[in-house]
Structures are given as C-alpha cells and as structure tokens.
C-alpha cells in the first residue's frame, strides 16, 4: 500500500514538472523588436510570451540588464528586483543607466503561480543609438559657402560620346 502511494506521488510529480518544464518565454522584444539596434528611449519597453506544453501562471517576474554579458546576475546590473505581476511587458526607468552607442544584454525571469518554477528567457541584446545632438561627432558635406548664399553649387564635367 505504502509502495503504491509512493508510485502514485512520483508518477504525478513527474507528469506536473514535465509539463511545466515545457513551457518557456518566447519572443522577447525591446521597443517592439527583437535585439534592435540604436534605441533612443531613457525608458525603453521590454515585452515577452510565453509557449509551450501545459499551463504556465505567471506570479512574479524580473527583469535584468547590463552591459556586460556575463554580469546580469552581479549587483552591477540594473534590475526591477522580483515583481509580484503577471504582466508579460514592463517599462523600464533606466535614465541613469542608459549610455550612448553601448550594447545592453536583458533577460527576463519568471515565477509561477505557485512561486516555485523560475523560467529564464534567452538573454537578449539591444543598442543605444546617440542619445542627443551633443554626441554627434560628423561634419557636414558643404560647399564651403555661407548658408544664406542664394546660388546652388554645379557639379559638371565635359564629356562627349563617340560612334553612334
């Protein structure tokens, strides 16, 4: 009796983390897209899905970002600590952080209803672009002439075709 109530338990714990253990986070985006490339917003959007086999509840989630790769789990990276929300999109105030033309990893982390299971999605990148007209570093292509100078610059050359 007592080996078939052992049986029965490890059968249906298996069965229920089998299931779980199918689901994960997909899609991850920043500003609407996947590890996009010159973000200009201080609190940029970060949303996420989730697929798979069985029912997933989300209780809590986390999100975490730094600039280095293997750094998102030091105290270095920025992060919303544990949330206790089942969205799946999140706006973060970063706006001390954020860095110009710098390449920021992210991942989100996601707890179950019964605040046990963790999911982790795949760390995700995204760039900052110049975040301002102070770092801008070009030079303009010009004529050399003030820009109140009314005549527009010709650009010509004397050729001429032979044959036909």
């Not at 338990?9 to 229920?16: A, R």
């Not at 270095?76 to 969205?87: C, I, K, L």
């Amino acid at each position: 009796m007592r080996r078939n109530r052992i049986l029965l338990l490890t059968t249906l714990l298996v069965s229920v983390m089998g299931v779980q253990a199918k689901v994960k986070i997909v899609n991850p985006c920043c500003e609407y897209q996947t590890n996009p490339l010159g973000v200009e917003n201080l609190q940029p959007q970060f949303s996420w899905q989730y697929q798979g086999q069985g029912e997933f509840y989300q209780l809590a989630y986390e999100f975490r970002m730094s600039d280095c790769k293997d750094s998102l789990d030091a105290e270095s990276a920025f992060t919303t600590g544990r949330q206790q929300d089942n969205v799946s999109s999140v706006q973060v105030n970063a706006e001390g952080y954020l860095k110009p033309r710098t390449r920021y990893y992210w991942q989100i982390i996601a707890w179950d209803e019964s605040g046990k299971q963790e999911l982790k999605s795949d760390i995700c990148t995204f760039e900052t672009g110049l975040m301002g007209t102070e770092n801008w570093k070009a030079k303009w292509i010009s004529d050399h002439n003030d820009k109140a100078f009314e005549a527009s610059p010709m650009l010509r050359r004397k050729f001429s075709l032979e044959g036909k």
